[in-house]
């Protein structure tokens, strides 16, 4: 059986843990969002993609849910010194976004890599192998994408990761937009979707993780041609995000916080949508929009539940 996942952040990460305890690794891909890729310190980072794959090796900070376990921080701290003595106006020494000592070893081989001329596509496989991962990890694409999010007070558009780190997300939206001139979805990332058996869409944020990949040209007709074998996991349960500013998003873009306005969302792409059982009393307004209605226990508190939500994933088409 071959598995494709549509993947963006800490949700889809612990999804991907629970999925690789139900099946065989080499039947998995995850395509990863690669809107919230940012250049920092002349790095290339890529969130997401580290996210899913210190997850998968283990060694996420199981606390904050990003970076590396028993990680220290002295270049930042080291960094400070220079905060008072830059110019106005420069980006140099940001400290706003926090790297770890141990962190920095994967954005310096991943800049170095892309210098050489090596695709994300290449970079990203040789990091996955390095942490002994065995499913694929593909970015979706290998162009420059940026989710670009627009403030609601000011009508200024900054960068995701401004908006997520820096502004801490506590400011409210006024629209969310990509900047994506040339971009594509990479060969293998097309691939996966079009020989995929089961195609899921992981509980992440639907508008800042699982819209920049359907934002690539051909995504959303590829998808709608296998809808009969897409099934998208709601990250909304009892009207909340368990984890970041989805349902604060949703509302703020005047789009029903709830299983129901994620339904609307998913339903041109998905045949069936997972809701935990505290939404079970919506499953028949959430089928009424189109998607098939699944209850499934969706809240991974522990590998054994992540598990059980990949096999019902599985078996729901």
Not at 220 to 246: T, Y
Not at 293 to 314: K, Q, T, Y
């Amino acid at each position: 059986m071959r598995i494709t996942v549509l993947a963006g952040g800490v949700g889809a990460a612990r999804f991907l843990r629970g999925l690789l305890a139900a099946v065989s690794a080499s039947e998995v891909t995850a395509i990863v969002n690669t809107g919230d890729d940012t250049e920092l310190h002349g790095l290339s980072i890529s969130p997401d993609l580290d996210t899913i794959t210190y997850t998968l090796a283990e060694a996420i900070d199981p606390v904050r849910g990003w970076g590396l376990a028993g990680e220290s921080w002295h270049a930042m701290e080291a960094m400070q010194r220079y905060v008072d003595v830059r110019p106005s106006g420069s980006s140099a020494a940001p400290t706003w976004f926090g790297l770890g000592d141990r962190d920095l070893a994967t954005h310096f081989y991943r800049t170095a890599r892309l210098v050489e001329g090596a695709t994300l596509t290449d970079v990203t496989a040789e990091i996955t192998r390095a942490w002994g991962l065995g499913l694929c990890v593909l970015p979706m694409t290998d162009d420059r994408f940026r989710t670009v999010v627009t403030l609601a007070e000011s009508g200024q558009q900054v960068t995701f990761q401004d908006y997520f780190v820096r502004l801490r997300h506590a400011v409210a939206v006024a629209g969310i937009s990509f900047e994506h001139s040339s971009a594509r979805l990479t060969e293998s990332a097309r691939a996966a979707i079009t020989g995929a058996d089961v195609i899921i869409i992981a509980p992440s944020n639907p508008l800042v993780s699982i819209a920049p990949i359907r934002a690539l040209p051909e995504v959303d007709r590829l998808l709608a041609e296998r809808r009969h074998r897409v099934v998208a996991i709601s990250p909304i349960v009892g009207g909340a995000a368990l984890k970041g500013p989805a349902d604060r998003m949703l509302h703020e873009l005047g789009i029903e916080p709830s299983v129901v306005g994620v339904a609307r969302l998913y339903a041109p792409i998905a045949a069936v949508l997972v809701v935990d059982p505290v939404d079970a009393h919506l499953a028949s307004a959430v089928e009424l929009v189109g998607p098939r209605c699944v209850v499934e226990p969706s809240i991974m508190f522990d590998i054994d539940r992540a598990r059980a939500l990949a096999l019902a994933c599985i078996a729901a088409v």
